[in-house]
């Protein structure tokens, strides 16, 4: 449907983003000022406590420090309620009072096509669930009582009943004055390939409704009461209502208990999530029949940032979870993440929590593991690694798995954790610190940061500075600093292992250098760059000069080396996406990640300053220090006395 131009300019205009909003968070009074239209509130998007979720009435847009969550009224009630584009159009214009524009015939027709079709579902609801009373229902009575489902249960759900007659829902809703063709393109009625009559789709069968973000029944899912049945659980076909790969089972129930508190938890079927609701864990959904599709988890994603994926521990259940990875992995990032939890072999959620407990159900959720540990689980189980070949194919294939992931920096926290995952499988083969140096760090039993202080010692004899010979030198010396000092005191190497795997250089030699120091092993490349780098005037470093400090100062400039490093990458990859972003309208959220970056750079620069945190006073200072930082102006060599 289009809209005329200044539709949706006015419509925002009319109703405050506030107002909106405000129906989802709790605003945070000594930080907001109203009166400016200018409010603060924890963001309904992702779990914290803080207020770092900004909203402003005068632009009409929202902005989370946090999660970068950012748009106006619609993109709120689009991401927050799960609405179509159209459907937040017209919630806004009821609000403001406006009436929308004249839909196009053909837009209209859909619409009231759906509509119909929607009757046609709520009125075979009713009539399930008024089935369920009958006698003919008796078995399926018994079999919901001893899954302890009560009366209350069965009504909190609408679950019902489709007796074995063929024709007898037909039959009903015809004498609604549904016609036949809605009734069987809603789903419910299915017609014979060779022009017989139509029958019933569901027939001897507990009969689950499934209803939309918006409460609406959209089809249904029939377990067969019947053991030889051909399908054990039959789901609504796909119609204009029913697309099973873009809808969840429960959704709107789990959706409100999520915005309460509750994590969101996704189980394999129908009866699983009744069953963890009815435990209390009331953010429960399921798939429809199917495996978890693309679009389901950016659903889940519009929900909560972290869904908890409960699957049943047999075989099928670990297949559908190593699949997951597989799915996710090109999708995760920053506010979309996952954690899996596998329930013990033959139990579902039903089983567990009737066995040992609510309690049993909460500490497995408590004690959810991330993606990557499914990733490593699924490249390691079962298989040894006694050789070079083995051990190079595992770590192609964990690399390939990575690479899928889009956000350099979830890249590289899971480089990070899967390194260490390797260093613990194959720790015989770390050996540093005890073959090439025996000092321990700190003289005189001093004690130590593992992760070093980042900031330098008051008493110690400071190293030379590095020069600067063009815009992207600094970045290089920094890096031969670090792994000449690395080399030469290696008995720190544990300590700063983390930092130093993420050097990640361009140069070969520089690259089989740190793979040595990582490994304990001696290649010619890195005995070649550790030459190169020993020979290096520029750095002013010597192995006298370096092996006379002590391992705490050594560490605490060694600390400052990668923090400056770090700070220049980060900025380059910030000033970058800034650049993408500049040829649109500049936002808080793009002044503010700016702002972010030079602070870390000062801090990383002069650690001994006092950070105030007041870079909003002077716009200008800020540009000229991004500038700078830019062109590569930092540590300028002192002259020599």
């Known amino acids: 449907m289009s809209l005329p131009p200044g539709f949706l300019d006015e419509l925002r205009a009319r109703v405050p983003i506030s107002r909106v909003i405000g129906r989802k968070v709790v605003w945070d009074q000594r930080k907001s000022n109203q009166a400016r239209g200018d409010w603060w509130s924890p963001c309904p998007f992702h779990q914290e406590k803080t207020a770092s979720f900004h909203c402003d009435d005068q632009k009409g847009f929202y902005y989370c420090f946090g999660c970068h969550a950012k748009g106006d009224a619609l993109t709120f009630l689009r991401e927050a ?50 089935q369920l009373q009958t006698g003919a229902a008796a078995e399926a009575r018994d079999y919901l009582a001893r899954r302890g489902l009560d009366q209350a249960a069965q009504d909190r759900f609408e679950i019902g009943f489709a007796p074995g007659n063929r024709n007898a829902l037909i ?64 789901n609504s076909p796909e119609n204009p209502l029913f697309d099973k790969g873009r809808n969840l089972y429960n959704i709107g129930p789990a959706r409100a208990a999520v915005a309460k508190g509750q994590p969101l938890v996704v189980a394999e079927g129908y009866m699983d999530v009744i069953a963890l609701a009815l435990a209390g864990f009331e953010g429960a959904v399921a798939p429809l029949g199917t495996a978890v599709t693309e679009d389901q988890l950016r659903l889940m994603w519009r929900i909560s940032p972290e869904p908890v994926i409960a699957l049943d521990g047999d075989i099928a259940g ?154 992207n030198a600094t970045g290089t010396f920094l890096e031969g600093a670090c792994l000449l000092i690395c080399a030469l005191r290696t008995e720190l190497l544990a300590t700063i292992e983390t930092r130093l795997e993420r050097l990640l250089p361009q140069d070969s030699d520089r690259a089989a250098l740190l793979h040595d120091l990582l490994t304990g092993t001696d290649s010619d490349a890195g005995r070649r760059a550790l030459e190169t780098l020993r020979a290096d005037a520029h750095l002013g470093l010597t192995p006298s000069l ?44 793009l002044t503010w990640r700016m702002q972010q970056i030079t602070r870390a750079r000062h801090r990383a620069e002069r650690p001994d300053m006092e950070d105030t945190g007041d870079l909003n006073e002077d716009r200008d200072a800020l540009s000229a220090q991004l500038e700078q930082f830019l062109s590569g102006q930092i540590w300028r060599k002192p002259p020599r006395r």
Not at 378 to 383: H, I, L, P, S, V
Not at 570 to 581: D, F, Q, S, V
């Open 318 to 471: 670990q297949r559908a979870a190593q699949r997951l990875v597989d799915l996710a992995l090109p999708l995760t990032g920053p506010g979309q993440a996952l954690r899996f939890v596998l329930l013990p072999a033959g139990q579902d959620p039903d089983d567990l929590i009737k066995s040992a407990g609510q309690g049993a159900m909460a500490a497995l959720l408590d004690q959810a593991r991330p993606l990557v540990d499914l990733l490593w689980t699924r490249e390691t189980e079962g298989q040894s690694f006694d050789s070079p070949e083995r051990k190079a194919a595992l770590d192609r294939r964990l690399q390939e798995a990575i690479a899928k992931i889009p956000d350099e920096l979830t890249r590289r926290h899971y480089t990070d954790e899967i390194r260490r995952k390797r260093r613990d499988l194959f720790s015989g083969d770390w050996k540093r610190g005890t073959q090439h140096d025996q000092r321990k760090p700190g003289k005189g039993g001093r004690g130590m940061d593992r992760r070093g202080s980042g900031r330098v010692p008051a008493s110690f004899t400071p190293l030379p500075t590095v020069p600067l010979d063009g815009p």
């Open 546 to 589: 370096i092996e006379s400090q002590e391992a705490e100062n050594v560490l605490a400039i060694l600390s400052n080396l990668f923090d400056r490093l770090e700070a220049q990458r980060a900025a380059g990859a910030e000033l970058a996406r800034a650049e993408a972003e500049i040829q649109g309208e500049v936002d808080e959220g």
């Open 81 to 130: 309620d799960g609405m179509e584009f159209m459907e937040a159009v017209k919630h806004l214009a009821a609000e403001a009072g406006m009436t929308m524009p004249e839909q196009d015939p053909r837009e209209r027709q859909r619409s009231d096509r759906r509509s119909q079709l929607l009757e046609v579902t709520e009125a075979a609801c009713r009539w399930f669930r008024l």
């Open 171 to 234: 039959q009903a809703l015809r004498e609604k004055g549904y016609d036949e063709a809605r009734i069987i393109e809603a789903g419910v009625a299915a017609k014979p390939d060779d022009g017989g009559a139509a029958y019933s789709r569901f027939r001897d069968r507990i009969i689950f409704p499934i209803r939309d973000g918006r409460d609406r029944c959209i089809g249904f899912g029939g377990r067969a009461m019947d053991p030889n049945a051909r399908a054990k659980y039959l």
